[in-house]
């Protein structure tokens, strides 16, 4: 019997935590977009582009799909009571500003994996998944 090699398919599910919500869009400058508007001057028909708006984040294409889940609150382990007598779970923050991304086609490894590089993170129960 030959051993055959395992082959790994490629990593599709990306879980990044950013420092704080502000550093989106320098973490992930590939994904934003900003529109253009292009006219054409009737006297001498020159072209000119200009921005339009404020960049935004593509949270989808046919390529990569990002869910921004924000700020994930995770139990303290201490029982509060509400004024109705109703026991809860005290929750708290966990650090940091959490963005998922799924990569659909090979077209933006590129771009995935160097987000991933800097800000990747690989939870061992993750709190939200695709389906």
């Given at each position: 019997?030959?051993?055959?090699?395992?082959?790994?398919?490629?990593?599709?599910?990306?879980y990044l935590r950013l420092p704080s919500e502000a550093d989106?869009?320098?973490?992930?400058?590939?994904?934003?977009?900003?529109?253009?508007?292009?006219?054409?001057?009737?006297?001498?028909?020159?072209?000119?582009?200009?921005?339009?708006?404020?960049?935004?984040?593509?949270?989808?294409?046919?390529?990569?799909?990002?869910?921004?889940?924000?700020?994930?609150?995770?139990?303290?382990?201490?029982?509060?009571?509400d004024p109705n007598g109703f026991e809860y779970p005290e929750?708290?923050?966990?650090?940091?500003?959490?963005?998922?991304?799924?990569?659909?086609?090979?077209?933006?490894?590129?771009?995935?994996?160097?987000?991933?590089?800097?800000?990747?993170?690989?939870?061992?129960?993750?709190?939200?998944?695709?389906?």
């Open positions: 019997m030959i051993d055959e090699p395992i082959i790994e398919a490629p990593k599709t599910d990306f989106t869009p320098t973490a992930l400058a590939a994904f934003y977009q900003q529109d253009t508007v292009t006219s054409v001057d009737p006297e001498t028909g020159e072209e000119t582009t200009a921005n339009v708006g404020d960049p935004y984040l593509v949270t989808n294409s046919v390529d990569y799909a990002i869910d921004v889940v924000g700020v994930i609150m995770d139990p303290t382990g201490v029982i509060l009571t929750m708290a923050p966990l650090p940091g500003w959490h963005i998922n991304i799924r990569l659909v086609h090979e077209n933006r490894r590129a771009d995935v994996e160097a987000v991933d590089a800097a800000y990747g993170v690989t939870p061992t129960s993750p709190r939200r998944v695709w389906l």
